[in-house]
């Protein structure tokens, strides 16, 4: 597998978090970020689906204006889905 080094920022938190982790698997803290980001993130054709979700989600959240409950959406999806049904 090639690598590529890259510098990341955490806030301090996060690192400490990090570290814990990594002295909990006896792995040094890149072997930790690399175990944790492989385990988590979508790979390949996942990848282009998981993008697809968050656009979805973008939108959602988009159409979520101050006032406008999940109720609402909720019945606008199901009126939807009705519709495609029939």
Do not use: W
Request: hydrophobic share 40%; no cysteine.
């Amino acid at each position: 597998m090639a690598t590529m080094p890259r510098p990341i920022r955490l806030q301090r938190g996060t690192f400490e978090r990090l570290a814990k982790d990594a002295a909990r698997h006896h792995e040094d803290i890149d072997s930790a970020a690399e175990r944790i980001l492989r385990n988590h993130l979508p790979a390949g054709a996942d990848t282009a689906s998981a993008l697809a979700t968050l656009g979805r989600i973008e939108t959602l959240r988009a159409r979520m204006k101050p006032g406008t409950g999940a109720v609402e959406l909720i019945r606008e999806g199901r009126a939807e889905l009705e519709r495609r049904a029939s």
